[in-house]
């Protein structure tokens, strides 16, 4: 299973590494991203976060939600996913920001 919202991608896998740890303060929801020049958040609902080597994964336990002040809600499905951001290049690599 597949969901975007503007630059950010869940992208279902099988399980989360077991060598991912916990991310601190994490509670029942995660920030996927936080946007630099806006502000605003993509933020995943009822949701845990890990991070194993630099890249940020999510288990959702039951069906959730996807939400940013700029796109429309997202229904996210239970699962675990990996979270990837969408690069840009001009010239260099770099995060797009949103």
């Not at 916990?22 to 933020?43: D, K, R």
């Not at 940020?56 to 809600?73: D, F, G, N, S």
Request: with cysteine; hydrophobic share 40%.
């Amino acid at each position: 299973m597949i969901y975007r919202q503007g630059d950010v991608m869940l992208v279902g896998v099988d399980a989360i590494p077991e060598t991912a740890n916990l991310m601190s303060g994490c509670g029942m929801h995660v920030e996927l991203a936080h946007g630099s020049a806006t502000g605003h958040t993509h933020l995943l609902l009822c949701s845990v976060g890990f991070v194993d080597q630099g890249v940020l994964y999510v288990q959702v336990k039951e069906p959730t939600l996807l939400e940013h002040e700029e796109h429309a809600t997202i229904h996210v499905a239970p699962g675990s996913y990996m979270v990837v951001r969408q690069l840009e290049w001009d010239g260099e690599s770099r995060q797009v920001e949103d």
